[in-house]
T-cell receptor, first 111, second 114 residues
């Protein structure tokens, strides 16, 4: 049974710091992995989707890497800003319609 | 490009009342989903659809019904609301099966049942 874990559950960093969020999954036979951000009271916004054949994906200050063999993905945020404060979730598909979501990391970037 | 749109965004019901949440997507996606999000419980799948005219049960379907009469719309109904259905409801869609594509979410509908 696939389990997805995100550690730490919460993180506070000063503005400008580079940071790494972690996502671990127990079953390495994944097709893809998706990173989302969720602002308080809002929906999930898709940030990056990494296919299983890819090692990393980049979008602006965000870089997501995928290491299937070790069951890990990391989301790297460069030069963090207060506007990056949100909860970040990762998700992997489990079958044709089911997604397993991680527990989330609540990020606070201090000005 | 609106993406996934949910209406209404907020609703307060009394126990026993009925209501329908509407989800509309303009991306020509085949798959659509309804989730609920509760503190400490994460996202739980209520129902999903793999195409126009199809629906299927997810993890927590009891007390809810759905319909997908048009490809772009996925409706979630509560026939007799209960306080346990107080939650934030999210609609999502994807072009194809979970193994193939990106999942997009709506902004959510916050429902309170008194």
């Amino acid at each position: 049974k696939q389990e997805v874990t995100q550690i730490p559950a919460a993180l506070s960093v000063p503005e400008g710091e580079n940071l790494v969020l972690n996502c671990s999954f127990t079953d390495s036979a994944i097709y893809n992995l998706q990173w989302f951000r969720q602002d308080p009271g809002k929906g999930l916004t898709s940030l990056l989707l990494i296919q299983s054949s890819q090692r990393e994906q980049t979008s602006g200050r965000l870089n997501a890497s995928l290491d299937k063999s070790s069951g890990r993905s990391t989301l790297y945020i460069a030069a963090s800003q207060p506007g990056d404060s949100a909860t970040y979730l990762c998700a992997v598909p489990s079958g044709t319609y089911k997604y397993i979501f991680g527990t989330g990391t609540r990020l606070k970037v201090l000005a | 490009n609106a993406g996934v749109t949910q209406t209404p965004k907020f609703r307060v019901l009394k126990t026993g009342q009925s209501m329908t949440l509407l989800c509309a997507q303009d991306m020509n996606h085949e798959y659509m989903y309804w989730y609920r999000q509760d503190p400490g419980m994460g996202l739980r799948l209520i129902h999903y659809s793999v195409g126009e005219g199809t629906t299927a049960k997810g993890e927590v379907p009891d007390g809810y019904n759905v319909s997908r009469l048009k490809k772009q719309n996925f409706l979630l109904g509560l026939e007799s609301a209960a306080p346990s259905q107080t939650s934030v409801y999210f609609c999502a869609s994807s072009l194809g099966a979970a193994q193939t594509g990106e999942l997009f979410f709506g902004e959510g509908s916050r429902l309170t049942v008194l």
